[in-house]
T-cell receptor, first 115, second 113 residues
Framework: GAVVSQHPSWVICKSGTSVKIECRSL??????MFWYRQFPKQSLMLMAT?????????EQGVEKDKFLINHASLTLSTLTVTSAHPEDSSFYIC???????????FGDGTRLSIL | DQQVKQNSPSLSVQEGRISILNCDYT??????FLWYKKYPAEGPTFLIS?????DKNEDGRFTVFLNKSAKHLSLHIVPSQPGDSAVYFC????????????FGSGTRLQVQP
């Protein structure tokens, strides 16, 4: 089956640090990758949609200068949380999709804790 | 305003019995529906999907039913197994634009041995 790898799985860092999270589709080329955020006991909230070679589309209320997304190849997208603060602590999950007619496949998520 | 609702936050079922998870949506433009299963500290795993032109899709122990007039879908798991214990999310999307998914809030299923 389709495999999406997300790294790192857990990050603890000091306030003000920038954190990069990688999302890779291991056995297929992903034309589109998505980044979600999940707070405890809540649903996955879409942050942005990323297409290879073009700028990401951010959902309303998501700061594009805070959450930098790069989709440099068909198998890799990165999310950088810049100057992270405690309120950015959350569970971040990426997903990848071969094309619009295929389901999204998710990575295992990254738990980000900002002290 | 939630466009996709899973009104039962939790469900407990005996092993071997049927589990029925429900999902309601408000936007009639949604035309593709999916169910995902999620274990703690892991990403969701795709289970089964259904397009709006169908009312039922079956895959082994999992069956998804879609009632478009009621804007309701359900996931049936039969027979339920202890390994099915997880959080189940329904998700929907439109057939236009980015086709991004909108998720429900999830239902935690516990299958008792």
């Amino acid at each position: 089956g389709a495999v999406v790898s997300q790294h790192p799985s857990w990050v603890i860092c000091k306030s003000g640090t920038s954190v990069k999270i990688e999302c890779r589709s291991l056995d297929f080329q992903a034309t589109t990758m998505f980044w979600y955020r999940q707070f405890p006991k809540q649903s996955l909230m879409l942050m942005a949609t990323s297409n290879e070679g073009s700028k990401a589309t951010y959902e309303q209320g998501v700061e594009k200068d805070k959450f930098l997304i790069n989709h440099a190849s068909l198998t890799l997208s990165t999310l950088t949380v810049t100057s992270a603060h405690p309120e950015d602590s959350s569970f971040y999950i990426c997903s990848a999709r071969r094309d619009t007619n295929q389901p999204q496949h998710f990575g295992d998520g990254t738990r980000l804790s900002i002290l | 305003d939630q466009q996709v609702k899973q009104n039962s936050p939790s469900l407990s079922v005996q092993e071997g019995r049927i589990s029925i998870l429900n999902c309601d949506y408000t936007n009639s433009m949604f035309d593709y529906f999916l169910w995902y299963k999620k274990y703690p500290a892991e990403g969701p795993t795709f289970l089964i999907s259904i397009s709006s032109i169908k009312d039922k899709n079956e895959d082994g122990r999992f069956t998804v039913f879609l009632n478009k007039s009621a804007k309701h879908l359900s996931l049936h798991i039969v027979p339920s197994q202890p390994g099915d214990s997880a959080v189940y999310f329904c998700a929907t999307r439109m057939d236009t634009g980015r086709r991004a998914l909108t998720f429900g809030s999830g239902t935690r299923l516990q299958v008792q041995p």
